[in-house]
Each structure stands twice: as C-alpha cells, then as structure tokens.
C-alpha cells in the first residue's frame, strides 16, 4: 500500500508504505510525514488484509527525515500500541511463553524523532512480557543485523531508504 504525499499546511500528511517480503519473513514500513493516529490505524488494517500478511514476521522499519511527530502525545502511541495488539493479534491464539512474538527494528536518523521512537519503545517495555520486541538504529546494517538477516539484504531495501 503506497500513500501520495498530500498536504496540510506546510506539512505533508503521513506517508506511508508497506512491503511484505515472505521468502525472509520480514514486513517493512516506511513512514514520513505529518503522523496521525487515523493514518497509522489505516495502515495496521491495510498490513492485516494483505493476504501475504503474516503476524510472526518480523519488521524492518523506515521514519523518513521528513517525518512529524510533534503531533503526536503519550495517549496516541497508547492508542496506536492497543490498535497493534487488538488488530495484529486479533483471532490469534498466542502462547505468552513465546514472546516477543516479533521484532521491529527501527532505522531513523533524526534525533527528533528518535525521541518519540524510543518512548513509544518504552511502552512495550512496560509490560510484565513484551509482545514486541523493538529497537532504534540509525543505519539499515545494525537494524538486519540485530534481526538476524543477511547484511547483503540491504540490496532491496534501496525503496525504503530514499529520504530516511
């Protein structure tokens, strides 16, 4: 699912994209933009209609430097994390022994915004047994590395990282 760019003032309003690799078991996301809580719920029911959808893969994903996160509050990425749980894991049976059930390693490079990657990464800390395990890198290598894949899959990530 690929977004144009509209506008909103002078920010453009989210951005999003999503591609479903199967033969590595990996979802990316590719965010940019103005973020909104209405925008990201859009794309988590997008991601679980796709018929290649699979809840276990794990994700490699992508903030844009063009990224605003200023809109966003502690009570949206509450709201966005339960949108996750009550939609990702909807109708799945889970055993909590084997959580994480998948790990979602985050390439950003502005500091800005890392702010707010980390404390919505704090949020899935909170839990007793995290149901996601999330981390924030500044660079694609260490993001395959830390999820066990091949460095030599950056080669078809070049979508994704245009304007990261």
């Known amino acids: 699912m690929l977004r144009e760019a509209a506008t909103i003032g002078t920010h453009p309003v989210m951005e999003t994209s999503v591609r479903i690799f199967e033969e590595h078991r990996l979802i990316t996301l590719t965010l940019g933009g103005l973020f909104s809580v209405a925008e990201m719920s859009r794309m988590i029911d997008g991601l679980v209609a796709d018929p290649d959808y699979c809840w276990t893969y794990d994700r490699l994903s992508f903030v844009?430097?063009?990224s605003n996160l200023s809109e966003m509050a502690v009570p949206d990425l509450y709201t966005i994390k339960d949108k996750i749980l009550g939609t990702v894991f909807d109708g799945v049976e889970v055993d909590p022994s084997q959580f994480p059930a998948y790990k979602n390693?985050?390439?950003?490079?502005?500091?800005?915004?890392?702010?707010?990657?980390?404390?919505?990464d704090s949020l899935w800390k909170l839990d007793e047994t995290p149901v996601v395990d999330m981390r924030l890198f500044e660079a694609l290598g260490p993001a395959l590395d830390w999820l066990g894949r091949d460095p030599a899959l950056a080669a078809i990530f070049d979508e994704e990282l245009v304007g990261v």
Do not use: G, Q, R, Y
């Open 105 to 120: 390693s985050v390439v950003c490079n502005s500091s800005t915004n890392n702010v707010l990657v980390k404390l919505f």
């Open 64 to 66: 844009k430097a063009n």
